[in-house]
């Protein structure tokens, strides 16, 4: 496609203001969606950002009745995006954001070849994880390669504890809650028949995007729920038999919410739309992970 440079540059500016855009007007291919996905990135780690690892998407029978999408989907993971297990995280710079439940791996050694992911210790350790998306499209609507351009909806995640991996336990019990109550539940079978396959298929993907998957990396699996959309003061909860829980609340900064509230008393004269979070690189900043350390915050504005 022509304007791929502008689709990523817009998406990528879509993140950062928190303001959602329309979908592309033009046809394009499931290849040239990956095309944009990687400058959409590279623009990011162009201003310091580093990749945590990948993620698959669509990977349950739950999530691709609720999208309308049939395809499995991968997407990279910016550091930036991370969340410590039991913070606050800020989400006023998210448009409209929902949260899944997620099986985490651990990635041991690099995976270079789909050989590679059989050997031992390719898996490090699993975790239960809850991952926060946020679709830069209007409505959360989208074609196969729209999602895929935007990386796959990624907008956060959070890492539980890490447990040791034992392949035997794949078909496991998992439940999301919000504010104390049950609003999902499922099992990790859900995920390609069996979470194992995720790895397989985050390889191929990989490598079909001409990347390979290095050691400390996080594999997010793909969500085995429905995902729930997600407001602010909402206290998120999973947890996965066996490998535990993980959890965050949802909050939106003083700053924020002051914003808001006078552009909305000062409507009327405001130069444009609020921008909330606009100075972010990403919301959730309270609870990032070495959010001292994110470069690409300062003077990127600027
Ligand atoms: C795309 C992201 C899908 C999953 O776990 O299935 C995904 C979306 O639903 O907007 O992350
Ligand atoms: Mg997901």
Redesign the pocket.
């Known amino acids: 496609m022509t304007d791929l440079h502008k689709l990523a540059a817009v998406l990528d500016e879509a993140a950062r203001t928190g303001r959602a855009v329309p979908r592309p007007e033009q046809d394009y291919g499931v290849a040239d969606a990956y095309r944009v996905q990687e400058e959409l990135i590279r623009l990011r780690l162009e201003r310091g950002d580093r990749l945590a690892g990948v ?6 029978e739950g ?1 691709r009745r ?2 309308g999408v049939h395809d499995v ?1 991968f ?1 990279r993971v910016p550091e930036s995006s991370a969340i410590l297990d039991g913070s606050y995280a800020d989400i006023s710079g998210f448009i409209h954001p ?1 949260v ?1 439940p ?1 099986v985490v791996y651990l990635i041991g050694r690099r995976i270079a070849s789909p050989g590679d992911a059989l050997a031992p210790g390719a898996v490090a350790a699993v975790a239960a994880g809850i ?1 926060v ?1 946020d ?1 830069r499209y209007e409505d ?1 609507r ?1 074609s196969l390669p729209d ?1 895929i351009a935007d990386n ?3 907008a956060g995640y959070v890492v539980g504890p890490w447990q040791p991996y034992d392949p035997s336990r794949w078909n496991l019990g998992v439940v999301l809650e919000i504010d104390g109550r049950v609003v999902q539940t499922g099992s990790t079978g859900a995920i390609l028949g069996d979470p194992r396959r995720a790895l397989a298929e985050a390889v191929r993907l990989a490598l079909q995007a001409g990347m390979v998957l290095e050691p400390g990396w996080v594999l ?1 699996a ?2 085995a729920t429905p ?1 729930e959309p997600l407001v602010p003061g909402a206290r998120v909860r999973a947890e996965i038999q066996h490998l535990g829980s993980v959890s965050f609340t949802a909050s939106v900064s003083e700053s924020a919410s002051a914003s808001e509230s006078a552009s909305a008393s000062e409507s009327a004269s405001a130069p444009g739309p609020t921008t909330p979070g606009a100075s972010a690189e990403t919301p959730g900043v309270s609870g990032v992970q070495g959010a001292s350390e994110r470069p690409g915050t300062s003077g990127e504005e600027s």
């Open positions: 993620k698959l998407g669509f990977t349950s999530k609720q999208m989907i997407g929902r899944e997620e991952e998306i679709s959360f989208f999602v796959t909806s990624a997010l793909g969500a995902a």
